[in-house]
């Protein structure tokens, strides 16, 4: 790798934070300075990059500890507001996931598969100050002889409540189509047959982990903004696969990276973490994610200075080819064309539509970038990078 022209430290930017001298920019708005000035004088010049993306991340969940009932309880089968969350953790702990369905859905009695309440909802409902109705059941001990307890709780009611994911911000990610003949129903969306729409996620040139596509400062200790409040990233995330086929500006051109997060529910937000239910197939939880890029020298100024128009999405037939998993992209798109609203695909023009939000993407970048500004959020220096794979830098 050739030697860079600037250096910087995450703590020299930390202490210019704490004397309100660092210069923070979002992604967006680093395309245009790294673009006028060139990566060397906008490394000189910005010192925090901030980003965000807000989707459906399925991989989440919240660990609650609801207290011990008189007399005590040793829960193995917990509910809150009919959706079970899993008690074999302890006595009065629990761990109820996104994506876990309320049993007695009336929806899905109407319309079997489909649900309109589940654990994101949930926890939606709890970071929202709303009451939920806990059910929990017990064999019985002789140091936990309860069999049963029944409460209604609100979220400062639990003794802990901590969002933990195990997967969230896909570094990229599919644009999903159907070249079947009939409707079909999937996480991304409802897929019309002959290919006549293609559905995408991610911010594109906002999300975190495109903005550090080699995670040279991303990983276990990260300080990020997650569901309104402050969050840290864990570790590399289930299924993270940082060998995914890369275009020449370093960036993949698949799933690639994905991180596991966590933080405290009671400091978070339901304005960035909010339920969905997905027609035809579940439930899920959007959540808001937001992480800061220090920029330490010249390459990372030109990894956060990438645009939408730079950044290739690889496009796949959902309808025979996904559920199979064994073919491979039909095409790549960028997200530059994705965003006008229509691509070419097999030489037919198709509807595009984005299943993340990018203006609230938009707004978790601005949040983060307020609060670093404010010297109320010091960068957190990762303990251990997220595993990656060797980038020989762009050259002179």
């Known amino acids: 790798m050739s030697q860079f022209k600037v250096k910087k430290t995450v703590a020299e930017i930390n202490e210019k934070i704490k004397q309100g001298q660092a210069v923070v920019v979002t992604a967006e708005e680093m395309i245009g300075i790294t673009k006028e000035l060139g990566p060397v004088q906008a490394a000189r010049k910005v010192d925090v990059v901030t980003t965000g993306t807000f989707g459906i991340m399925c991989s989440s969940g919240a660990f609650l ?14 509910y809150l507001n009919r959706v079970e969350a899993y008690a074999g953790v302890a006595a009065v702990d629990c761990y109820i996931g996104a994506a876990q369905p309320r049993e007695d859905d009336p929806l899905n009695k109407v319309f079997p598969g489909r649900f309109r309440y589940g654990g994101g909802h949930v926890i939606e409902d709890l970071v929202a100050g709303r009451e939920v109705h806990l059910e929990a059941t017990a064999y019985g001990t002789d140091c936990y002889p309860s069999r ?21 911000g896909y570094q990229n ?11 079909i129903y999937t ?67 698949g799933g690639a990276g994905t991180i596991a997060v966590m933080g405290n529910l009671k400091g978070m937000s339901s304005k960035f973490l909010r339920g969905a239910s ?3 197939y579940g439930c899920s939880l ?36 996904y559920p199979e998993g064994s ?11 994705l965003k006008t609203g229509e691509v070419t695909i ?50 002179d």
């Not at 309104?228 to 299924?239: H, K, L």
């Open 65 to 78: 500890n609801f207290g011990h009932a008189k007399p005590r309880i040793k829960a193995s089968r917990v």
């Open 148 to 168: 049963s307890h029944e409460a209604r709780m609100k979220l400062k009611d639990f003794r802990d409540g901590f969002l933990f994911n195990p997967r969230n």
């Open 173 to 183: 990610y599919n644009c999903a189509v159907n070249l079947s003949k009939k409707t």
């Open 187 to 253: 996480y991304m969306g409802i897929l019309r047959p002959d290919c006549s729409n293609a559905n995408y996620s991610t911010s594109g040139q906002l999300s975190p982990l495109l903005n550090d596509p080699f995670y040279r400062t991303i990983g276990i200790g990260t300080r990020i903004f997650l569901g309104g409040g402050i969050g840290y990233v864990v570790g590399p995330g289930t299924q993270h696969d940082p060998g995914v086929k890369r275009s020449e500006n370093g960036v993949v051109m």
């Open 278 to 280: 997905i027609t035809g």
């Open 286 to 321: 959007n959540v808001g994610i937001g992480i800061p890029i220090p920029i330490l020298d010249e390459e990372m100024a030109r990894f956060t200075g990438i645009s939408d128009d730079e950044i290739f999405v690889p496009v796949a037939d959902y309808g025979y080819d």
């Open 327 to 337: 073919g491979g992209p039909l095409t790549h798109v960028t997200y530059g064309q």
């Open 346 to 395: 097999d030489g037919k023009k198709v509807t595009t539509a984005p299943l993340s939000s990018y203006s609230a993407a938009l707004e978790i970048a601005e949040t983060l970038k307020d609060w670093i500004r404010s010297g109320k959020f010091l960068l957190g220096e990762a303990q251990e990078t997220l595993p990656s794979i060797a980038f020989e830098g762009f050259g």
